[in-house]
């Protein structure tokens, strides 16, 4: 029986497979656009951070924290 080659390009490919099948079951993308001249300051805040969904993340932690306080 002829065995299958584990290349290197297959190990890529169907490790490929692996994260799109995982990102499609897990994972939810949110795409935001912003108007360079309106909303420049946010730009601004944004390009600042070393990692800008961390930051978003945190700020709407943070957020949700407060209004369960206030209940």
């Known amino acids: 029986m002829a065995?299958?080659?584990d290349?290197?390009?297959a190990r890529k490919a169907r490790r490929a497979r692996q994260q799109a099948d995982y990102d499609k079951r897990?994972?939810?993308q949110i795409l935001f656009k912003f108007n360079r001249t309106t909303d420049a300051d946010i730009l601004e805040?944004?390009?600042a951070q070393e990692n800008r969904q961390g930051y978003i993340k945190r700020l709407i932690r943070e957020d949700i924290a407060?209004?369960?306080?206030n209940e």
Do not use: F, H, V
């Open 3 to 5: 065995r299958i080659q």
């Open 45 to 47: 805040r944004l390009d």
């Open 26 to 28: 897990a994972t939810r």
């Open 7 to 9: 290349t290197p390009e």
């Open 66 to 69: 407060r209004e369960a306080g």
